[in-house]
Each structure stands twice: as structure tokens, then as C-alpha cells.
């Protein structure tokens, strides 16, 4: 079974803090994917990465950076220098390889409150 | 931009009321879509995976009579709350991919906010 994660329910940091959102996950699959997504107060999801199993390469884009380590099967996400648009829920997700098997398992999410 | 429609993205509605909620893929066809429900401060839950021509399978403590899903297209998945009630009331989404395996990212809809009085 496939199950994610994310200990950190509610983190509230200054504007221009760096902040790290945690996840861990857990899987059977040798080969998996693993998403972030974004969902702001307006409450669509927002796609912001996807990460696939054998690729433990580390990923900046902007202020966004994810750390991949798959020997402690975690997945985290760094935003520095935030601001206050960050503010949202952000859930980590993983899927499986297969053909069909399409499902995203989501973890709780984490409510991210920037204070300006 | 967007690539999954979901329309309406409000309804208000009196108990009893039955509600279709559309979900369109705009620019990719979706053999497979999948309808989510959120509750406040809570994460997705999986109600069910729509399959273009065939019956949608439904997560357990799904029902199926009460949640009807048709994907009668390869653009279209709809999903209808017969005989809505108050504990109905919830935030529902909807997901496509544009692919058939796993590396292929779910594009949501932007939800659909159903409150029953």
C-alpha cells in the first residue's frame, strides 16, 4: 500500500524566512512518481513538480527547490526568501508506475501562512 | 493555462436536489478522469476513477447510487449528487492526465463548491 506523509500541519513563517515543507512517504513500487502540488485559498491545485523515482537529482525552479532522498524516502520542498503569495496548502503525492494505475495517493497537506 | 475545466464552480441547492458537476478535458484527451472531494481543512479523498465507455470504479464506502459518474466522451466526465443533502456539502474535484502512465501529472479542475441548505 502507498502512503504519504506530511507530519507538518500548519507552519506560519515571517515573509523573507526560508521555509521547508517535509514529506515522507512509503511504497512497494521500484519505480513511482511524486508530486507537489499548490493549493491556494481560491482552492484550485496547482501542479508545481513532479519527481520520478530513479531520478534523485535535486530540482530548483525560482524561490522552489525540492530535495529528493530516496534513502529515507523523503521528498521535501524548500521556498526562500517567501512571500506572502506563498501562502497556501501544499500536499505532496505519489503514483504508481503502472498502466492504469493512475491513482494519486495525497498526504494531509501542510497550510503554509506567510506573515507579511 | 488551464487544461481541466470544471464547471459550475458554485452551487447552492436545496436538499433533495440533484447536481451535475462537469469536468472537460480542453485540449487533451482523457481516457481516465478522477472525481476527488475535499472537506474543509481536510485532504483529497479519491471518490471514484471515470473511464471513457465503461463503468467508473468507485472507492470503498463510495456510493455508487448516490454519486453517478459518466465519461461519455473522451473530453467529458460528469458527476451527478442525486438527491443531494446537507453532509453532501463539500469541495469536489476534478482530475485528468494527459497521459497513460504513471510520469504523467494530474491537471485538476478548479473545483466545485456544492452547499445543500
Known amino acids: 500500500a502507498q502512503k504519504v506523509t506530511q507530519a507538518q500541519t500548519e507552519i506560519s513563517v515571517v515573509e523573507k524566512e526560508d521555509v521547508t515543507l517535509d514529506c515522507v512517504y512509503e511504497?512497494?513500487?521500484?519505480?513511482?512518481?511524486l508530486f507537489w502540488y499548490k493549493q491556494p485559498p481560491s482552492g484550485e491545485l496547482v501542479f508545481l513538480i513532479r519527481?520520478?523515482?530513479?531520478?534523485?537529482q535535486n530540482e530548483i525552479s525560482g524561490r522552489y527547490s525540492w530535495n529528493f532522498q530516496k534513502s529515507t524516502s523523503s521528498f521535501n520542498f524548500t521556498i526562500t526568501a517567501s512571500q506572502v503569495v506563498d501562502s497556501a496548502v501544499y500536499f505532496c503525492?505519489?503514483?504508481?508506475?503502472?498502466?492504469?494505475?493512475?491513482?494519486?495517493?495525497f498526504g494531509t497537506g501542510t497550510r503554509l501562512t506567510i506573515i507579511p | 493555462g488551464a487544461v481541466v475545466s470544471q464547471h459550475p464552480s458554485w452551487v447552492i441547492c436545496k436538499s433533495g436536489t440533484s447536481v451535475k458537476i462537469e469536468c472537460r478535458s480542453l485540449?487533451?484527451?482523457?481516457?481516465?478522469m478522477f472525481w476527488y472531494r475535499q472537506f474543509p481543512k481536510q485532504s483529497l479523498m479519491l471518490m471514484a476513477t471515470?473511464?471513457?465507455?465503461?463503468?467508473?470504479?468507485?472507492e470503498q464506502g463510495v456510493e455508487k447510487d448516490k454519486f453517478l459518474i459518466n465519461h461519455a466522451s473522451l473530453t467529458l466526465s460528469t458527476l451527478t449528487v442525486t438527491s443531494a443533502h446537507p453532509e453532501d456539502s463539500s469541495f469536489y474535484i476534478c482530475?485528468?492526465?494527459?497521459?497513460?502512465?504513471?510520469?504523467?501529472?494530474?491537471?485538476f479542475g478548479d473545483g466545485t463548491r456544492l452547499s445543500i441548505l
Open positions: 503525492a505519489l503514483r504508481g508506475p503502472n498502466f492504469g494505475n493512475e491513482k494519486l495517493t
Open positions: 511504497t512497494r513500487d521500484t519505480t513511482y512518481y
Open positions: 519527481r520520478n523515482s530513479f531520478d534523485e
Open positions: 482530475s485528468a492526465s494527459r497521459g497513460e502512465y504513471g510520469n504523467q501529472p494530474q491537471h
Open positions: 471515470s473511464n471513457e465507455g465503461s463503468k467508473a470504479t468507485y
Open positions: 485540449d487533451f484527451q482523457a481516457t481516465t
